[in-house]
C-alpha cells in the first residue's frame, strides 16, 4: 500500500514554521476529541508510535491463537470444542483488523510480519507462557481477556480512527470470550474437588502475568507520555492495572478462588484492592525472549507462514491474471 501522502515532521530534525502550524491544528483537533484519519497531516512520531502499538498488538492477537489452539483437540465435550475453534479463530480476525489498521498508516504487512518472525518486533508477554490444564482456557478467557477488555475499551476511544473503530468490534467480540472463559471457570470450581483444584492451580500461575499484560509501572513506562498526550492511550498502564484487579477480585471471591497474593486487600479510602509487588524482573525475562514459550511460538508462527507460502504464491498469481485481464480489456 502507498503511504499516505501528508506533509511530515522529520523525526527529530528541525521543525519550519510550517510545521509548527500543522502540529498546534493536530494537537488542537486531538484536544476538541476528533478522530485522526489515516489521510490526515500527522506528526512523524505520531505514525511511529501508532505503528509500533498496533502492530504489536496485531502480533498479539495472531500469536494469542497458539496457547489456546493448543486444547482444541482435547476439549472436553463438542460444545466446548466448537466455542474454543471460535474463540481461535476470533483472535485471527481481530489480528487481521489491525494489520489491516497498521497499513493505513503506510506500513506494509508484509514487514510487519518480517519483524515478527525474525523477532524484532514485541507480542504480548502473555502468551509466553504455556497452557498445561483444560482449566487455562478458563482462566485465560477469564483473566487474559478480562485485561484484554480493560485495556481495549479505553482503546477504542483513542484518536486514531482506524484504531478506534477496530477496538469497538473487537471488545464485543473479547466480551463473549471472557464469558465463556469465566463459565468453564464456574463450571470446575463448584465442580469434583480435582476439578477446583485445576482452576486454582491455573488462576496461581496466570495471575501474575494477567496483571503484567498493562506493561510497566508508569514510572517506568516510556512511551506513555507521548500517548497519553495525543490521546492514543487515555489511561495509564497503572491506572488500568489497578481497574482491572479491582473488577476481578469480587469475581474470585465469587468463584471461591484465591488470587496468589499475601498482600490483597481492600482499601477502605481509596476504594481499590491494594495488590503486592509485581516481580518486573520476570517481566523483562519474558521480553527479552526468555519466558518459558517465546521460542516455541516464534517457531510455530515461522513455521506457519513457510507453510503458507503457496497461498501467499497462489494469491498473488491470481490477482495478477485479474490485472492482466482489466489490461488487455481496456487496451
Ligand atoms: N508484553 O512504554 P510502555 C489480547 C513493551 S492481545 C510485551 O508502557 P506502551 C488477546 C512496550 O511495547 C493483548 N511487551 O509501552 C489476544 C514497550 O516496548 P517498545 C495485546 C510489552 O506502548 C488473544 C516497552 O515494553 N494488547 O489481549 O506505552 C487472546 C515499554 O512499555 C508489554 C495490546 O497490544 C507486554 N505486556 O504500553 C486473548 C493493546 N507491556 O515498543 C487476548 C495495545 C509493555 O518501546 N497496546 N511492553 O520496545 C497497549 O495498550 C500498550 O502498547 C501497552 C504498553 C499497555 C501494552
Redesign the pocket.
Known amino acids: 500500500m502507498t503511504p499516505p501522502t501528508s506533509a511530515s515532521a522529520p523525526v527529530n530534525g528541525p521543525v519550519s514554521a510550517d510545521e509548527s502550524a500543522l502540529l498546534a491544528a493536530f494537537e488542537a483537533r486531538i484536544a476538541a476529541g476528533e478522530c485522526i484519519e489515516p489521510k490526515d497531516w500527522m506528526p512523524e512520531r505520531y505514525r511511529k508510535q501508532l505503528t ?2 498496533m502492530s ?2 496485531a502480533h ?2 495472531v500469536v ?1 491463537m497458539l496457547p489456546e489452539g493448543n486444547w482444541i483437540t482435547r476439549a472436553p465435550s463438542l460444545r466446548r470444542k466448537l466455542s474454543l475453534i471460535a474463540k481461535v479463530q476470533d ?1 485471527a480476525g481481530h489480528g487481521l483488523y489491525i494489520y489491516c489498521g497498521t497499513e493505513t498508516l503506510g506500513v506494509d504487512r508484509q514487514e510487519l510480519v518480517e519483524q515478527l518472525l525474525d523477532g524484532r518486533a ?1 507480542y ?2 502473555i502468551f509466553n507462557y504455556p497452557t498445561l490444564s483444560w482449566a487455562d482456557m478458563g482462566v485465560i478467557g477469564w483473566l ?2 478480562g485485561a ?1 477488555i480493560v ?2 475499551t479505553v ?1 477504542a476511544k483513542a484518536s486514531y480512527g482506524p484504531y478506534a473503530r477496530a477496538m469497538v468490534r473487537i471488545c464485543k467480540e473479547e466480551n463473549f470470550h471472557k464469558r465463556q472463559g469465566y463459565e468453564i471457570c464456574t463450571v470446575l470450581a463448584n465442580g469434583t474437588p480435582a476439578q477446583k483444584a485445576m482452576v486454582q492451580e491455573s488462576v496461581n500461575r496466570f495471575w501474575w502475568p494477567a496483571l ?5 509501572s508508569d514510572t517506568n ?4 507520555a507521548e ?1 497519553l498526550k495525543w490521546r492514543v ?1 487515555r489511561k495509564t ?1 497503572d491506572e488500568l492495572r489497578q481497574r482491572f484487579v479491582n473488577l476481578t477480585v469480587p469475581q474470585a471471591i465469587a468463584l471461591g478462588i484465591t488470587l496468589p497474593d499475601p498482600d490483597l486487600r481492600f482499601d477502605e479510602a481509596t476504594g481499590d484492592w491494594k495488590f503486592g509487588a509485581i516481580d518486573w524482573s520476570e517481566f523483562h525475562e519474558v ?1 527479552a525472549g526468555n519466558g518459558p514459550c517465546n521460542q516455541e511460538r516464534l517457531a510455530a508462527r515461522r513455521k506457519a507462514h513457510d507453510d503458507g507460502a503457496w497461498v501467499r504464491a497462489a494469491a498473488n498469481a491470481h490477482a495478477e491474471k485479474q490485472r492482466a485481464r482489466k489490461d488487455s480489456a481496456v487496451a
Do not use: I, T
Not at 513506562?221 to 506513555?224: K, L, T, V
Open positions: 509500533r502499538m504489536q498488538h498479539s492477537e494469542g483472535e514485541k504480548s508477554s487474559v481477556d484484554a485495556n481495549q482503546l503484567m499484560m498493562f506493561g510497566p513506562s516510556p512511551n506513555s500517548l492511550k498502564n521480553l
